[in-house]
């Protein structure tokens, strides 16, 4: 019940302190999260009537400023750039925004000079960067990730993306469960040697 249950909390914290009808917004990534970690139905319970993709929101200009956008997703640079376009066309009458994990600071300012309708009422950055498969079990949906294990890999640049996804992922469970590791690795292994020190790092400058 436990990575299950920091999900749920987080989604939770999300939706409970918005009153009347509501639209969530997810993306690839975070659509897995909630799925299952929430019903559809306990999604009627905390008046969520809508639940979209935020690329799929993107084509549509139809106003509804009777609802209250709630915004879960992934901090990325694409994700970033259609909230960007949302909020200078503003169609909701309020925009929560949640993210999955942490946003840089250059993001942070993207979203805050986009907000010239000041639709935005909060912006908050959880720790729910993967899907808790069972109460003791998670995922990053990484398919074929073994390839980037073996020794003579690749793009260096699609390495780099591929650690620094582990790591924010791997970091994440352990800031939503409040716990500090003890990481071991295998030490012939570069790849793993460089997730399990920038893991841990991260779970340090994280968790002050």
Do not use: C, W
């Not at 987080?10 to 918005?18: E, N, T, V």
């Not at 009458?93 to 979203?111: A, M, R, V």
């Not at 690749?154 to 716990?179: E, T, W, Y």
Request: no cysteine; glycine share 2%; net charge neutral.
């Amino acid at each position: 019940m436990v990575l299950v249950s920091a999900v749920r909390d987080y989604i939770s914290r999300m939706l409970q302190d918005i009153s009347g009808m509501k639209v969530l917004i997810l993306d690839s990534h975070t659509v897995s999260i909630v799925s299952v970690a929430y019903s559809q139905s306990e999604l009627l319970q905390k008046e969520v009537f809508l639940v979209e993709l935020v690329d799929s929101i993107s084509k549509s200009r139809e106003s509804m400023s009777h609802l209250k956008a709630v915004y879960f997703l992934a901090p990325t640079s694409e994700n970033i750039q259609y909230l960007r376009r949302h909020l200078v066309a503003p169609r909701f009458g309020e925009y929560h925004l949640f993210f999955s994990n942490i946003l840089k600071d250059t993001q942070i300012h993207i979203l805050a000079d986009s907000d010239e309708h000041e639709v935005v009422q909060q912006l908050q950055e959880f720790y729910a960067d993967f899907v808790a498969s069972d109460p003791y079990h998670f995922t990053l949906n990484m398919p074929s990730n073994h390839i980037y294990m073996l020794p003579a890999v690749v793009d260096h640049s699609n390495l780099q993306r591929f650690s620094d996804r582990v790591v924010d992922g791997i970091a994440a469970v352990f800031l939503a469960l409040k716990r500090r590791p003890v990481i071991r690795y295998q030490r012939t292994s570069d790849i793993a040697k460089r997730i399990a020190q920038e893991t841990a790092v991260s779970t340090v400058v994280y968790s002050k």
